[in-house]
């Protein structure tokens, strides 16, 4: 599975974007790519070239555990 996290560098989300890669990491064992973005407020998760998360969509940041399950749920569904 690949994962990218691209994140505002200039709203500094880089510690939302480390925090949720480490998450990531520990659950799945993949470490996600951080893509420093120079739109502003951008926080956007893709797992496997599909856009799963969008802050600019949803106004929020995600859960960790929120991500955990949708990505939990695409390694399932990849599994069958």
Avoid at 61 to 76: G, N, Q, T, V
């Amino acid at each position: 599975m690949e994962i990218s996290i691209e994140y505002c560098g200039t709203c500094n989300y880089r510690p939302i974007a480390a925090g949720l890669a480490i998450a990531i990491g520990a659950k799945f064992g993949v470490k996600p790519v951080l893509v420093h973005s120079k739109k502003m407020g951008v926080f956007e998760v893709v797992a496997d070239g599909e856009l799963i998360f969008s802050k600019k969509e949803s106004g929020r940041f995600p859960d960790h555990s929120e991500i955990l399950d949708i990505l939990a749920d695409k390694k399932d569904k990849q599994g069958e």
